[in-house]
């Protein structure tokens, strides 16, 4: 990590906030304290934030709400939240709604606050880093193959000159095998996107005999 991290703190209970400055004295974090959720909003307008520590429940946010306003004005930026001292379940449903980690504020003394803050900025910068990889990837490998399939397309239907029946059936192979690449693509982008909470899910009604007719002829076809 770098050799400071600025840490904007979002706390409405001073005693809980000496805490925090107490237990992150003389290590490589310095920290900016705001009362509300507003005022924190604002501050993270000016940049310079590395990552954020924040209450559940503020004068102005409560719960959840407060995990979603932070993470539409925070975007990219790693957030913990602090939970009481039987908060597990809604420190967990904080992860789930896009924090980094969660801390119970019975464990802000001592070592245990610096290194969830240092690994969830190590996280952070994970999760950009595949973001970017999966995005490079999707584009770099979907756009030419996209092109190939069409143009084979072209081929097929004689667009250029006629195809013997040997010729279609190399054709016809070709464009399966990019038809698997383009559904693998996808099926990458939607993985990541499930891992980031992105992904929504609706629950359907599905003919199962349908999809393993589907699922067979697909394999018959790569066979």
Known sequence: MASGLNVLLLEDDPDDAAVVRRSLRGSVFSIVWCERLVLALERLKA???????????LPDSQGLETVRRLRSGARGIPLVVLTGSVGAEAGLEAVRAGAQ????????NGPHLARTLVFACERQEMDCFKEELVRMVGHELRSPAATAYSCLDLLREGS?????????DIVAKAQRSLEHLLAM?????????????R???ELSDVDAAAVVREAAEALARRA
Do not use: M
């Not at 980690?101 to 802000?108: I, M, P, T, V």
């Open 101 to 108: 980690d969660y801390l119970s504020k019975e464990e802000l």
């Open 185 to 197: 693509l996808e099926d990458l982008g939607q993985a990541h996107r499930t891992g980031l909470g």
């Open 160 to 168: 250029a000159v006629p195809l013997p029946a040997a010729a279609l």
């Open 199 to 201: 992904l929504k899910f």
């Open 47 to 57: 940049g310079g934030v590395d990552v954020i520590l924040s209450d559940l429940h």
